[in-house]
């Protein structure tokens, strides 16, 4: 049941999810066309209109990673505690299948977001740099900084701690919405205090963290423990959240 509850997931969201990638593509595209036709001695209104357009879409691709945390967050929300959540819960599955069929569901569409960003970093790099590139000389670039990675280890941590972040930060979203439908009568009073609530217990997790690291720094930690000890932190994390979030699924809120 877990598959066809992530099948039904991505469904809901790729056409969402590919809008956002056709407004990055064409943010590409105006930048491509920016780079290559501005003239530093034009003065005229097609130079201006040029350049603002090419920094409002650049401002648009580099908001990419939140548009769709804030696209998956909003349709947890919708499909968990809306009207259409009270046709998906009265389904022969089980609450925390649906649950993590929509964690499932938001690492994929995040992890596609940061490759989609990283080709979009490096192809911008390039365009600033030679002009418009070719296939080639892209891969080749993508080649050049994988290879500075000093292991696989490292790369395998890097991709860990995106996958925590996301685990995180849908966990915190999740856990604020459930606080949220323990109210009958002020439901988003509760979401917003309860988020604020993270935000306060995530500023004194990382404060920690960074003391700890500072006061235990010595020559002999490197870049690959730093980024161990913020792993272990994030996965501590949202077992803990995860294990509020399945309480409040399954003991307090009356979903079934």
Request: aromatic residues 14%.
């Amino acid at each position: 049941m877990f598959g066809k509850c992530l099948v039904y997931e991505l469904k809901l969201t790729w056409k969402k999810m590919c809008l956002i990638y056709m407004i990055a593509a064409i943010a590409l595209l105006c930048r491509l066309i920016f780079y290559t036709t501005y003239d530093y001695n034009d003065t005229t209104m097609l130079r201006t209109l040029s350049f603002t357009t090419a920094s409002i879409f650049t401002l648009a691709e580099s908001l990419l990673s939140i548009i769709t945390v804030f696209v998956l967050c909003r349709d947890y929300r919708t499909t968990m505690y809306s009207s259409r959540g009270y046709l998906t819960h009265t389904l022969p599955i089980k609450t925390m299948t649906i649950f993590w069929g929509k964690i499932v569901n938001a690492i994929i569409w995040t992890l596609a977001t940061c490759l989609l960003q990283f080709f979009l970093f490096v192809y911008t790099s390039l365009i600033v740099v030679d002009g418009a590139p070719t296939i080639n000389t892209l891969f080749d670039r993508i080649g050049d900084i994988l290879a500075e990675i000093p292991s696989v280890g490292v790369f395998f941590m890097i991709l860990a701690l995106i996958i925590l972040m996301t685990l995180y930060t849908m966990f915190v979203v999740a856990a604020c919405y459930g606080v949220g439908q323990l109210s009958d009568n002020h439901r988003v009073a509760f979401t917003i205090l309860a988020g604020f609530g993270f935000y306060i217990l995530t500023i004194f997790v990382t404060a920690s963290l960074t003391k700890s690291i500072a006061m235990n720094y010595s020559e002999h930690l490197t870049g690959t423990m730093i980024l161990a000890r913020v792993d272990i932190t994030l996965l501590i994390a949202c077992v803990v959240i995860y294990i509020l979030n399945h309480w409040l699924l399954t003991k307090k809120l009356n979903l079934q």
